[in-house]
């Protein structure tokens, strides 16, 4: 089934919904078109943008190496 399909198959549920799960989906659509990035301190994304730079620049530990460092605290 194609996206256009799903969409109107979507669309015609919607119209035996009660206010109750309509309010919920309501809710659900705003939060989903709600960009989280612009919610974070500068503080927050400086450090996403750091660790993406070391990323790019193939600074990176590999998840056993972190895990072996913190391994006293396990």
Do not use: C, P
């Not at 015609?12 to 960009?35: C, I, M, P, R």
Request: hydrophobic content about 40%.
């Amino acid at each position: 089934m194609n996206l256009a399909t799903r969409k109107y198959n979507f669309i015609q549920e919607l119209s035996n919904v009660d206010e109750s799960l309509l309010g919920k989906l309501e809710l659900l659509v705003k939060a989903s078109k709600k960009d989280w990035y612009t919610e974070l301190s500068a503080q927050e994304k400086e450090e996403i943008e750091i660790g993406i730079s070391q990323a790019d620049n193939n600074e990176l530990l590999s998840h056993s190496a972190i895990m072996d460092k913190f391994s006293k605290w396990h």
